[in-house]
């Protein structure tokens, strides 16, 4: 069940969005997510569509991991839908029946919306898919130390995202393991009330917590075994170097924006 | 004279009482153990027996209570030591889920030489080798969490290994393992041991492993009870048997049959065995 969380699974691959620089992978993606969001036609969308299309081709992910990270917001797709179709009036009417209509501009609005919201998620779940997560923590790391200056331990918060990222998968086992050992033990984890089970929940987060104190009291000694001692004086395996391929990135992205924002003033507002 | 790696002198090592009135409790007891480089020691004893503790004052996480701790001519009297020495001698713990930092194989055995400040070329070169020694290098670009207790202790090995250490020492490494885990690490560490010649110090309850060292030290209630080959070793089933400790079934095997010397492993009893029936049995 949890396990099928596509947030963070990176897709292994050689393609030219897998080694481009994260850096720049990061910046663009943030871009790109804005530019969704200045589209107001649907000119302008189809032109975001085309680009979240190439970029799917160019990853060479395959389409099934795409589609795989569209399922879990599927119940908010048709819930804006509906509220868009129902509550948004304007412009011909097609359908009427007593206190509800359907209109034009409410059709529009909802198509226009799923479509912005899908486009969202495929750029950023395309971020995941080609980035490792310690490459992603990495650049975060680096295009934010222009914070020390601030005093701001830029290194340590890398750090405990990476950690964070890794001991996702390994803690949701331990849940299982533990509801597995207290259903052995009579526990009734699944009916009643919202409090009643609520209350169920205690003896699982319990060990959970003891468990994780003890795993992170473990980690500690296994990374000072490693002779670590924070960011000063640490070298990368993996160096980022900004190359050809992010620069042709960087400018096809800013032609893309340059495009919504030419074709929004050209054609008509429909959001 | 060959050269020692580790010196242990007279070492004790008391946990201290805890504020809710817990007493204190010496886990290592006037302990002296010296290890030379290049040897294969595989330290015994059941739970409690006070092995961990010896292990973690080698690679001076802790600090002993009382005594002297020396890697390689350093004495660990400082923090700064402490980190000086673990450049020296590596550790591998118990359970592989804890001590594995990155969510890719090949990023976490680079974490240790990123700490150490290497070249980033060189790590890259000395990632490759050391997982090509442990066998893991097809699975370099895997998460660690979808690989199997053996391998990810083979990735903690390769982590000690890229950092080049002269020693590693290996806290009961295969105990939360299955049977086939326990093989793929056991190999790994006698290849690191014969092939590199890495000096291995190997914290283990197993006696079948602990048969495959060079010298087996033996510690109950804190102390050495016995030192020497795994022949000499587990000669003495009924002292060992006294402090509550086994021999290998090979071992009880034989004597059970009637044999004179002390067999080894089972490859050693199959012989024995069959060259007392007359060759016959292969």
């Known amino acids: ?271 | 004279m060959r050269e020692k790696l580790i010196e242990l002198n007279n070492v004790t090592f008391t946990y201290e009482a805890d504020e809710d009135g817990t007493p204190g409790y010496t886990a290592v007891r006037d302990v002296s153990l010296d290890i030379y480089k290049g040897e294969f020691v595989a330290v015994l004893g059941h739970n409690g027996s006070g092995k961990s503790t010896l292990a973690k004052m080698m690679n001076a996480i802790y600090e002993p209570t009382e005594g002297t701790v020396t890697v390689n001519g350093i004495l660990v009297d400082s923090e700064e030591k402490g980190d000086e020495i673990r450049r020296i001698v590596g550790m591998v713990f118990q359970n592989p889920d804890n001590q594995i930092v990155a969510t890719i194989v090949e990023d976490d055995v680079a974490f240790g030489p990123e700490n150490l400040g290497v070249e980033p070329s060189e790590i890259r070169r000395r990632v490759d080798e050391a997982l090509k020694t442990v066998g893991m290098y097809e699975l370099r670009e895997r998460e660690p969490h979808k690989l199997s207790g053996g391998q990810k202790q083979r990735v903690a090995i390769a982590g000690v290994l890229a950092m080049q250490t002269q020693g590693i020492i290996l806290d009961e490494p295969t105990a939360m393992l299955d049977p086939t885990g326990r093989e793929e690490v056991l190999k790994t560490i006698i290849r690191l041991n014969r092939e590199i010649g890495i000096t291995v110090v190997l914290i283990t309850h197993f006696m079948d492993e602990a048969v495959q060292a060079d010298r087996v030290v033996v510690m109950d209630k804190g102390e050495i009870i016995a030192d020497g080959t795994p022949r000499e070793i587990f000669a003495r089933g009924e002292f060992l048997r006294e402090h509550s400790l086994d021999v290998p079934q090979s071992t009880e095997l034989c004597r059970r049959l009637g044999f004179e010397e002390c067999i080894l492993t089972p490859a050693e009893c199959v012989e024995k065995i069959s060259s007392v029936l007359g060759g016959a049995a292969q």
């Open chain 1, 1 to 271: 069940m949890i396990r099928d969380i596509t947030f963070g699974q990176y897709y292994p691959g050689k393609s030219v969005l897998h080694r481009m620089d994260p850096r720049m992978k990061l910046v663009l993606t943030f871009a790109m997510i804005v530019a969704v969001f200045i589209c107001h036609n649907f000119y302008a969308l189809a032109l975001m569509v085309v680009f979240a299309v190439s970029a799917v081709l160019l990853s060479r992910v395959p389409l099934r991991m795409i589609l795989k990270s569209i399922k879990p917001i599927l119940i908010i797709l048709a819930f804006t839908a509906v509220l868009n179709i129902f509550y948004t009036k304007g412009g011909a009417t097609y359908f009427e029946w007593w206190k509800i209509s359907v209109t034009e501009k409410g059709v529009n609005t909802a198509i226009f919306t799923v479509i912005r919201i899908i486009v969202l998620v495929v750029i950023s779940s395309l971020l995941t898919y080609t980035t490792t997560p310690t490459m992603l923590t990495d650049a975060i790391e680096r295009l934010l130390s222009p914070l020390k200056i601030f005093h701001i331990k830029v290194h340590t918060l890398a750090m405990m995202m990476t950690l964070a990222l890794r001991f996702i998968p390994t803690l949701i086992e331990e849940i299982e393991r533990i509801m597995n050992a207290q259903k052995a033990r009579g526990a009734d984890l699944e009916s009643g009330g919202l409090i009643h089970r609520a209350k169920a929940l205690v003896p699982i987060f319990i060990p959970l917590m003891v468990s994780s104190f003890r795993r992170a009291y473990e980690l500690a000694f296994a990374m000072t075994c490693r002779c670590y001692t924070g960011g000063n004086g640490r070298t990368r395996m993996k160096q980022m170097k900004l190359r050809a391929a992010d620069f042709i990135a960087l400018l096809l992205c800013l032609a893309v924006i340059a495009g919504i924002i030419v074709l929004n003033i050209f054609f008509t507002r429909i959001i």
